[in-house]
C-alpha cells in the first residue's frame, strides 16, 4: 500500500484538540511563493523539492522533502503562516514536526547518515519573517519515531487493504437491482464507458427512468475495474441527497455482505452541536481532545460502515458516543469512503473540501452531477459577490482602534465611488482606487485577526469576508462577469446608500477546472437542452459525450392542455379568476392530488386567496417563504396515496425538482408561467455579457432557456413510472411560441388548446 507522507503523519501524528478558530491562512499560491522564496535564499548545496521513498513492511511512504542539504546533513520542512507563530495549533505542530522527521529518516536512510539536522522553518511571507525551530537527531531516533508512526497506521492499511480487496470482488458480482427500464440500460451503459475512456458525458435523460442507480450502479462497476478509485455523487438540494442514500441503501439491501463504505457530507451548520461555541477545546467540548478520541471513533464509523449508509444522522450518533465534533468526523471519513454525497459546492465552490482533497492525495474521482441544469447558477452565486452600504454601516461603532485608519479610507472610497455615478443600475468595470482601499482594508483586518482573532465581533467578520471575496473576484475579473453599483436615491449619509458588485454571468473559467480535476464526469438531468447551452457556459471539454436518451414514456400518459392566459406582470390581476377556474374544473372532473406553480410568492398568494373564496371546501396547502426543512416535509407529506387537494409552490423552488411523487400520489400540475425572469437591468447587462462572447444568444441564454427549464423539471413530477397517468396544464399563451415550443420534450404533445 503506498501512502503520502503527509497522509501518514495526518493519520497518526496528531492528538490533542481541534482548533479551527478562525486565523487568516496564505493562500495556496502565497504557499508555494513562500516556498520558492525559501529556496532561493538557500546555499547551492542546498536542493529543493527532494523526492524520499521509504519502505514499511508492505508498506511504501513517499513524499517531497521542502528543502535538504547533505552537509551537514539537513532536512527542512517550510510551512508558511500569517501572524505568531504561537497560534498555530498544537495539533498541525505536532504534525508538521513529524513530516519533518520522517523525511530525515528516509534522507538517513537513502544516504546511510547517522544523524541529520531536522528545521521545522515557519515563514511568513507578509512579514519576510523566518522562524527556524531545529533539533539534532540521530538515525536511531528518527527510525524509531518513524516505525512508530508507521505501525500505529500499519493495522489500519492491514485494514483497508482487505477491505479493497473484498469490495472490488463485490463489486464484480453486484447485480442491478431490479429489471432495467427503457433507457436506463443505454444511460448506464454510456456512464460506464466515459468512466472507462476517462471523458465528460452530458447525459439528458426523462424524469423517472431511474437515473440515479442508472448512473451510480455503472460507476460503481468502473471502480470495479478499477477505472476510478472513489466516486462523489454531487446533488443540488437535500432532497437530491436522500435520494442517492436511498438508491445506494437498496444496492446494499439487493447484495447482503457488499462492503461499500458510503458517506453523506452535510453542511457545517447542520452538523454543528454547539453553534453558540467557537471551534476550539476552550469553547467547545466536542473539540476538545478531539485527535485522541478520534482513531476510536474513525474505527467504529468504518466498521459500521460495513453494513449502513453513514447518513448525517448514523456519524452525528457515532460522534456522540465518543463526543467528538460530528462535522469533523465526517470531514475524517471522507478519506476512507468508497461514495461521498454531497452537495456541489464541496466540489465546485473555490473552498471546495473534496476538491482540495483530490488535489492533494492524487484520487482518481468518478464525479456524478445530479440535476446538472442548476450547476449553471450555483456556480454563478460560488463566484459572485457583492458589498452593500448595510454593511458598512453595521461596522460603524464597532471598528477596534488599529482598523479604523483603513475604515476610514474605504468609506471615503466608497462614497466618492457612489456619488460617481446615477441613481439606479450602472455597469462599471473595477475601480482601481476603490479596489486598492478594499486591498487595504482586509490586509489590514487579515494581520489584525492574525494577531486577535478571538477579540473581534462579528461585525467585522461581516464585512471581512464579502470584502475579501470581492476583492478576489476583482484579480480575476474579466468578460466572464460584470461589475455594477446600484445607487439607491435619498439623502445622503455618513455612507452612500447602494451596493457593489461582481456578479458571475459565465462560470466556465471556474469550472473547467474543477470539472478537469476528475478522472471522469457525468452531468446529467431530464433537462439538459439546448446542449450547447451547458457546454458553453460550463466549459465542457470539446471531446465531451451527448446523450439524449428517449422517453420510455407514451405521449397518451401525460394530458398536456395549453391555456391561454396571460401572466405578464400587467396581465397578472386579470388572470387570477381564470386560472383558479382551470384549476378548480379540473379537480371536479377528476379528484386527487395537484401541484400548482406560479412566478412569485404574491402572484401565487393571490390565487390562494381567489380560489380559498370560490371553493372553500377544495383542500389546499401553500409553499411559504423560508420553510425549514421540517415544514418542507410536511409539504410532501400532504400528497398521500389516493388523497386530494391541491399544492401550491414557486416555480423553481423546493418542490419544482427532485421529489418524486409517483402513482396516485400526484395526478396533474398547473403551471402559470413561462418562467421568464424579470426584464431587469442586471438581467440586460448579464444578457449582453452572453451576446458579447456568443452573438445573438443573450435572451435564449439568459431567460427562455432557464424559464423553459424550470417549466420542464416541475412538470417532471407528474409522471414518474411507467404506468403514471396524469394532466398538465401550461398556462401561458407564450408557450405557443415556436421558440419555447422547441425546448419542450419530444415525447410532449402540446397541439390544442384549452381555455
Not at 537527531?137 to 508507521?150: G, P, Q, V
Request: glycine share 6%; net charge neutral.
Amino acid at each position: 500500500m503506498k501512502i503520502s507522507v503527509k497522509a501518514l503523519c495526518a493519520f497518526g501524528a496528531r492528538s490533542g484538540d481541534l482548533d479551527h478558530r478562525f486565523t487568516p491562512a496564505p493562500t495556496a499560491l502565497d504557499g508555494v511563493r513562500g516556498h520558492q522564496i525559501i529556496a532561493a535564499r538557500r546555499d547551492a548545496d542546498h536542493a529543493s523539492e527532494v523526492a524520499l521513498t521509504g519502505h514499511y513492511g508492505d508498506l511504501i511512504i513517499r513524499g517531497r522533502a521542502d528543502g535538504v542539504g547533505l552537509s551537514p546533513p539537513c532536512v527542512e520542512e517550510v510551512k508558511t503562516h500569517r501572524g505568531p507563530i504561537q497560534q498555530i495549533p498544537p495539533n498541525q505542530t505536532s504534525m508538521h514536526w513529524a513530516q519533518a522527521k520522517v523525511y530525515a529518516h528516509l534522507l538517513c536512510s537513502q544516504h546511510v547518515l547517522s544523524a541529520a539536522d531536522v528545521r521545522l522553518l515557519y515563514f511568513d511571507p507578509f512579514r519576510d519573517r523566518e522562524t527556524p525551530l531545529t533539533q539534532h537527531c540521530s538515525a536511531d531516533n528518527l527510525r524509531r519515531e518513524f516505525e512508530a508512526l508507521c505501525a500505529r497506521f500499519m493495522n489500519w492499511a492491514k485494514q483497508e487493504a482487505a477491505h479493497r480487496t473484498a469490495l472490488l470482488q463485490a463489486l464484480h458480482e453486484l447485480s442491478f437491482p431490479y429489471a432495467m427500464r427503457a433507457g436506463q440500460r443505454e444511460l448506464a451503459r454510456q456512464v460506464f464507458m466515459a468512466a472507462r475512456r476517462r471523458m465528460v458525458l452530458l447525459a439528458q435523460a426523462p424524469t423517472g427512468i431511474g437515473k440515479t442507480l442508472g448512473t451510480l450502479f455503472p460507476m460503481l462497476k468502473a471502480m470495479a475495474e478499477e477505472h476510478v478509485d472513489r466516486i462523489f455523487y454531487l446533488t443540488q438540494k437535500t432532497t437530491g441527497r436522500a435520494l442517492a442514500l436511498d438508491a445506494l441503501d437498496r444496492l446494499k439491501s439487493n447484495q447482503p455482505g457488499l462492503p461499500l463504505r458510503v458517506v453523506e457530507l452535510v453542511a457545517r451548520e447542520t452538523a454543528c452541536v454547539h453553534p453558540e461555541s467557537a471551534c476550539h477545546g476552550e469553547s467547545c467540548p466536542r473539540a476538545k481532545g478531539f485527535y485522541d478520541r478520534l482513531p476510536a471513533a474513525r474505527q467504529q464509523a468504518v466498521q459500521q460502515a460495513r453494513t449502513v449508509t453513514l447518513r448525517g444522522s448514523a456519524v452525528a450518533h457515532i460522534a456522540e458516543i465518543h463526543n467528538i465534533c460530528p462535522y469533523y468526523l465526517t470531514q475524517e471519513l471522507v478519506r476512507w469512503a468508497d461514495v461521498v454525497v454531497a452537495d456541489v459546492n464541496h466540489w465546485f465552490d473555490s473552498s471546495a473540501v473534496l476538491y482540495a482533497l483530490t488535489q492533494s492525495e492524487d484520487w482518481r474521482v468518478g464525479l456524478l452531477v445530479d440535476e446538472a441544469h442548476n450547476l449553471v447558477d450555483r456556480a454563478r452565486g460560488m463566484y459572485s459577490a457583492s458589498l452593500s452600504s448595510r454593511d458598512l454601516q453595521a461596522f460603524r461603532g464597532q471598528v477596534p482602534p488599529p482598523l479604523k485608519a483603513a475604515v476610514t479610507r474605504l468609506r471615503q472610497r466608497w462614497n466618492v465611488l457612489q456619488e460617481r455615478h446615477s441613481i439606479g443600475f450602472t455597469e462599471i468595470e473595477p475601480d482601481a482606487c476603490f479596489s486598492e482601499a478594499l486591498q487595504q482594508f482586509t490586509s489590514r483586518v487579515t494581520d489584525y485577526l492574525a494577531e486577535h482573532a478571538d477579540q473581534v465581533s462579528q461585525a467585522v467578520f461581516d464585512l471581512y469576508f464579502p470584502a475579501l471575496q470581492l476583492t478576489r473576484l476583482a484579480e480575476t475579473f474579466g468578460d466572464h462577469s460584470l461589475c455594477y453599483i446600484n445607487r439607491q436615491g435619498g439623502a445622503l449619509t455618513k455612507v452612500a446608500t447602494g451596493e457593489l458588485a461582481i456578479r458571475n454571468v459565465v462560470p466556465a473559467p471556474y469550472t473547467t477546472p474543477r470539472l478537469a480535476a476528475a478522472a471522469t464526469v457525468v452531468l446529467f438531468s431530464a433537462t439538459l437542452q439546448p446542449q450547447a447551452y451547458y457546454a458553453d457556459l460550463l466549459g465542457l471539454p470539446s471531446n465531451h459525450v451527448w446523450l439524449d436518451v428517449p422517453s420510455p414514456f407514451d405521449p397518451q400518459q401525460l394530458h398536456i392542455r395549453l391555456v391561454s392566459v396571460s401572466t405578464r406582470w400587467g396581465d397578472r390581476a386579470n388572470s387570477v379568476e381564470p386560472i383558479t377556474e382551470v384549476i378548480a374544473r379540473q379537480y371536479d372532473e377528476r379528484q386527487g392530488n395537484y401541484l400548482a406553480f406560479f412566478s412569485s410568492f404574491h402572484y401565487l398568494g393571490q390565487v390562494v386567496e381567489h380560489l380559498r373564496r370560490m371553493r372553500p371546501d377544495l383542500p389546499i396547502w401553500v409553499q411559504e417563504p423560508g420553510m425549514t426543512e421540517a415544514a418542507r416535509r410536511a409539504f410532501i407529506d400532504r400528497f398521500e396515496p389516493q388523497g386530494r387537494g391541491v399544492g401550491f409552490g414557486v416555480l423553481g423552488g423546493a418542490f419544482a425538482e427532485a421529489m418524486d411523487l409517483p402513482g396516485s400520489r400526484l395526478i396533474g400540475a398547473f403551471i402559470a408561467t413561462l418562467g421568464l425572469p424579470p426584464a431587469e437591468p442586471l438581467q440586460q447587462a448579464m444578457q449582453g455579457r452572453i451576446d458579447a462572447r456568443w452573438p445573438g444568444r443573450g435572451y435564449d441564454y439568459m431567460s427562455l432557456v432557464p424559464g423553459v427549464r424550470k417549466v420542464v423539471q416541475a412538470a417532471g413530477r407528474v409522471i414518474r413510472g411507467e404506468f403514471d397517468e396524469g394532466v398538465l396544464y401550461l398556462i401561458d399563451d407564450r408557450f405557443k411560441s415556436v421558440a419555447a415550443r422547441g425546448l419542450l420534450p419530444a415525447w410532449w404533445r402540446t397541439s390544442g388548446s384549452n381555455r
